[in-house]
């Protein structure tokens, strides 16, 4: 290591030091334009990256519809345009978070009290979200009321992301920038299957006619950053 006198006193390691700083401030400013192609055919060159960056949600829809047990509630006309600055987004997924309680009754009366009265049934919710080619489904019950569930469609590789790869710039581009994929038109299907529990009292009879479920639809959008890999350990 180097003391502080030494510093002052030694001349390359001065310059040492400035190169170090200026690749490093300079390397994210060159790589993003290789990223956007400001760099011509630069961007092919195979080497080390470490591909970074933040992933956020933007909302597209949520609220709240009864659903009658083995009906289907679909809306279909959501769509990115309803979103601010969606063009520029770099939109990789759809995120769907559906919630739910138990609306099931059983009747009144003192013969239905208690025990006698009986313990409601799990109903089933079931999702599925459509974008294009791309689609995800998923099933949760209200056995733990209030529950929710949620299900993801993505259309890039995320497997990259926070990873140091052996690849040229342009190819990790491909596999993480939508390039508009996730613009355009969404919908959302909720189903319920209702099932009433069983009432010991002679005359009580449970009902369950279907569920109020709450939703939501978020855009998964990210923010990359591609810089090259360096190894500073070694420079003392």
């Known amino acids: 290591m180097w003391t502080i006198e030494e510093f002052k006193r030694d001349t ?3 310059i040492l030091v400035a190169c170090i700083v200026f690749f490093l401030v300079a390397f994210p400013y060159y790589f993003n334009a290789v990223s956007n192609g400001a760099l011509g055919t630069s961007s092919g060159v195979t080497g080390l990256y470490e591909v ?3 992933t ?3 909302e597209l829809d949520s609220g709240m519809e009864y659903v009658a047990s083995g009906e289907t509630w679909t809306i279909d006309d959501l769509s990115t ?12 997924g759809v995120l769907v978070t559906l919630s739910y309680g138990e609306d099931e009754t059983n009747p009144s009366g003192p013969q239905c009290a208690g025990p ?3 313990q409601p049934a799990a109903d089933t919710i079931s999702g599925t979200v459509i974008h294009g080619p791309h689609n995800a489904s998923a099933s949760g019950n209200n056995a733990d009321s209030p ?3 949620t299900f993801e469609s993505i259309w890039y590789n995320d497997s ?3 990873e140091v790869v052996l690849s040229s710039i342009s190819e990790i581009v491909e596999q993480i920038d939508s390039n508009g994929a996730g613009l355009g038109a969404y919908s959302l299907d909720i189903t319920v299957d ?3 529990g069983n009432a010991p009292g002679p005359t009580c009879q449970r009902e369950d006619n279907g569920e109020e479920v709450s939703y939501k639809v978020e855009l998964i959008v990210y923010d990359y950053v591609i810089v090259p890999f360096l190894e500073l350990d070694d420079i003392e």
């Open 56 to 58: 956020r949600l933007v």
């Open 194 to 196: 209702a099932e009433a």
């Open 52 to 54: 970074g960056g933040d």
């Open 116 to 118: 006698l009265g009986g």
């Open 81 to 92: 345009d309803s979103v601010d600055g969606a063009s520029d987004m770099n939109i990789v």
């Open 147 to 149: 529950a929710s569930h």
């Open 160 to 162: 990259m992301v926070g």
């Open 12 to 14: 390359d390691k001065q």
